[in-house]
């Protein structure tokens, strides 16, 4: 049986079931503003954990939209009340880590203060930072960065934190790996493109993606993902009649996303963890960053041969985003070569091997 409790501000969501064993505490982030990228991973290293009988015990800043997800997954969680002060936020996560009896934090947060992992070691509690920017100034007992952009790598240098990095540690749930060996072909009738701009696309660059895709016709399938944080849901709702007519399909917060990305001939992006999740079900992308950092991991994938970076999706013309759709779809060949190259980078075991570590130094 779940249920919630409330202490002052501080709400706590938690699962009837007795707990087992020693959980670890995530800490998280997720927003309109943040998007919901770094919940999902928190996500998909939950479910390995418990393959390893470890729980879970997520910490989070009040969000609704965080607060819906984790509900709908039955993961515990608690929401911090220091309303960004650095020094209250440390004594309630050091409270929290003692109440539950864990030796263990694991943050997974866009930022990070330099002084919040060191003041949580001091408390005698072991660190596991899942980054996706390198932080040279964080000291942690290990260190996770799935990046491909190997320059990013040079920037670990601390002696005594165990680095894990290169995509070998990419974070993809366990819902994609029965499409990870599933045989993927292209013809030159190939014609389903994702559009999957992350749970919330502050830029409003889909608007902009959408007038490009009118360009080719509606004997393409253009299925249009949005996540539960996007920000224009009601201006989208007013373009219905219009996309429905040009063979758009929208869905909001999908539960079959896995699937929806393997069935695509070719996805659109900005970016993020989702260039990984593409990559290993082997469906080329598009990618329209919104930040610097984006733009950056998408030049490194499209090196490595898995996708096309066009670049900033609000400064792309919607004329070079029409044709290069077009000009991939009558292009199976370059199609499956970027299918397969993707799939060479991401093999979908990285959630499994951080877990891994992490129980080792749960139980060390």
């Given at each position: 049986?779940?249920?919630?409790?409330?202490?002052?501000?501080?709400?706590?969501?938690?699962?009837?079931?007795?707990?087992?064993?020693?959980?670890?505490?995530?800490?998280?982030?997720?927003?309109?503003?943040?998007?919901?990228?770094?919940?999902?991973?928190?996500?998909?290293?939950?479910?390995?954990?418990?393959?390893?009988?470890?729980?879970?015990?997520?910490?989070?800043?009040?969000?609704?939209?965080?607060?819906?997800?984790?509900?709908?997954?039955?993961?515990?969680?608690?929401?911090?009340?220091?309303?960004?002060?650095?020094?209250?936020?440390?004594?309630?996560?050091?409270d929290l880590l003692r109440a539950l009896g864990s030796t263990v934090l694991v943050t997974c947060v866009s930022?990070?203060?330099?002084?919040?992992?060191?003041?949580?070691?001091?408390?005698?509690?072991?660190?596991?930072?899942?980054?996706?920017?390198?932080?040279?100034?964080?000291?942690?007992?290990?260190?996770?960065?799935?990046?491909?952009?190997?320059?990013?790598?040079?920037?670990?240098?601390?002696?005594?934190?165990?680095?894990?990095?290169?995509?070998?540690?990419?974070?993809?749930?366990?819902?994609?790996?029965?499409?990870?060996?599933?045989s993927k072909s292209f013809s030159e009738s190939s014609d389903h493109v994702v559009v999957t701009l992350g749970?919330?696309?502050?830029?409003?660059?889909?608007?902009?993606?959408?007038?490009?895709?009118?360009?080719?016709?509606?004997?393409?399938?253009?299925?249009?993902?949005?996540?539960?944080?996007?920000?224009?849901?009601?201006?989208?709702?007013?373009?219905?009649?219009?996309?429905?007519?040009?063979?758009?399909?929208?869905?909001?917060?999908?539960?079959?996303?896995?699937?929806?990305?393997?069935?695509?001939?070719?996805?659109?992006?900005?970016?993020?963890?989702?260039?990984?999740?593409?990559?290993?079900?082997?469906?080329?992308?598009?990618?329209?960053?919104?930040?610097?950092?984006?733009?950056?991991?998408?030049?490194?994938?499209?090196?490595?041969?898995?996708?096309?970076?066009?670049?900033?999706?609000?400064?792309?013309?919607?004329?070079?985003?029409?044709?290069?759709?077009?000009?991939?779809?009558?292009?199976?060949?370059?199609?499956?070569?970027?299918?397969?190259?993707?799939?060479?980078?991401?093999?979908?075991l990285g959630a499994d091997r951080i877990a891994r570590i992490i129980a080792k130094v749960a139980r060390a």
């Amino acid at each position: 049986m779940a249920s919630f409790a409330q202490s002052g501000s501080r709400r706590t969501f938690t699962l009837g079931r007795p707990r087992v064993t020693t959980p670890v505490v995530i800490r998280t982030e997720g927003s309109k503003d943040l998007g919901m990228g770094a919940l999902y991973k928190s996500w998909a290293l939950a479910e390995a954990l418990a393959s390893f009988e470890l729980q879970t015990h997520v910490l989070i800043h009040p969000s609704p939209a965080c607060e819906a997800k984790l509900f709908e997954w039955g993961l515990p969680y608690t929401c911090l009340t220091s309303g960004g002060d650095l020094d209250e936020e440390v004594r309630e996560t050091t409270d929290l880590l003692r109440a539950l009896g864990s030796t263990v934090l694991v943050t997974c947060v866009s930022v990070l203060p330099e002084s919040y992992i060191p003041t949580i070691r001091s408390a005698g509690f072991r660190t596991v930072c899942v980054e996706d920017i390198p932080n040279p100034k964080v000291k942690c007992d290990v260190v996770v960065n799935c990046t491909v952009v190997e320059e990013w790598h040079a920037c670990h240098r601390w002696d005594g934190t165990r680095y894990c990095l290169g995509p070998a540690y990419a974070i993809v749930r366990k819902a994609f790996l029965p499409f990870v060996q599933r045989s993927k072909s292209f013809s030159e009738s190939s014609d389903h493109v994702v559009v999957t701009l992350g749970g919330s696309n502050p830029s409003g660059s889909l608007f902009r993606i959408l007038s490009a895709l009118e360009r080719i016709g509606p004997k393409v399938r253009k299925t249009i993902l949005v996540g539960p944080a996007f920000p224009f849901q009601e201006r989208l709702g007013r373009m219905g009649d219009r996309l429905r007519g040009q063979n758009f399909h929208l869905l909001v917060d999908p539960s079959d996303v896995e699937c929806l990305f393997f069935e695509a001939d070719l996805a659109i992006s900005i970016g993020g963890n989702t260039l990984y999740e593409l990559a290993c079900v082997g469906t080329p992308a598009v990618v329209l960053h919104e930040d610097p950092h984006e733009e950056v991991q998408a030049r490194a994938f499209q090196r490595l041969g898995s996708v096309i970076s066009l670049g900033d999706g609000m400064e792309v013309s919607e004329g070079t985003i029409a044709e290069t759709v077009s000009a991939l779809l009558v292009d199976p060949g370059r199609l499956r070569a970027m299918s397969e190259r993707g799939r060479a980078i991401v093999d979908s075991l990285g959630a499994d091997r951080i877990a891994r570590i992490i129980a080792k130094v749960a139980r060390a």
